[in-house]
């Protein structure tokens, strides 16, 4: 069955560095892969969507990249801030026999002023 | 627009209580639907997902169950709640290739 890892440690960086976060899938060849923010006792929310012929996609301070070979996906937070800690989830969508959205554990991002 | 109602967002139930969260979605329709329980500071742990009516995929055996009466409307239930069945409840849907749209959650404490 298809599996995403996310390094499952939290990572500590300091504000106004640039914050990356690794998910790596397998036994999966996705069409796109979906990160998502999610803040203590609130459900996830979704940021940014990437497809398998996208190699980087952007939105703000966000940047995602997408490597189909590595099977690996990026996550960017540039000139980081304390309002962007928060644990980061990605995910992949329903394809072939699988019909359900399948998420990873998600990375615990701490911002330190 | 697509919304998504769960309830109650906090609940304290006595073991061996009965349970039932219920999840409703406005503003679409035939949407994949899922439960999710999450154990303080962990991840998602997948309990159920449905893709129609009366159909129901249970991803790890449990004290739960769920059934889905209405195309917008997807229940989860115990007969008998146990202390393991604590967490954080999170319902969830996504239509076809989009994103995954979440309630507000269930914090349940059984106590």
């Known amino acids: 069955s298809q599996k995403i890892e996310q390094n499952s440690e939290a990572l500590n960086i300091q504000e106004g560095k640039t914050a990356t976060l690794t998910c790596n899938y397998t036994n999966y060849s996705p069409a796109y892969l979906q990160w998502y923010r999610q803040d203590p006792g609130r459900g996830p929310v979704f940021l940014l969507l990437i497809r398998e012929n996208e190699k980087e996609k952007r939105k703000e301070r966000l940047k995602v990249t997408f490597d189909t070979t590595l099977k690996q996906s990026l996550f960017h937070i540039t000139a980081s801030q304390p309002a962007d800690s928060a644990t980061y989830l990605c995910a992949l969508p329903p394809s072939g026999g699988y019909q359900k959205v399948t998420f990873g554990t998600g990375t615990k991002l701490q911002v330190i002023p | ?111």
């Open chain 2, 1 to 111: 627009s697509q919304t998504i109602h769960q309830w109650p967002a906090t609940l304290v139930q006595p073991v061996g209580s009965p349970l039932s969260l219920e999840c409703t979605v406005e503003g679409t329709s035939n949407p994949n639907l899922y439960w999710y329980r999450q154990a303080a500071g962990r991840g998602l742990q997948l309990l159920f997902y449905s893709v129609g009516i009366g159909q129901i995929s249970s991803e790890v055996p449990q004290n739960l169950s769920a059934s889905r009466p209405q195309d917008r409307q997807f229940i989860l239930s115990s007969k008998k709640l146990l202390l393991s069945d604590s967490g954080f409840y999170l319902c969830a849907w996504t239509g076809q290739n989009t994103e995954a749209f979440f309630g507000q959650g269930t914090r349940l404490t059984v106590v």
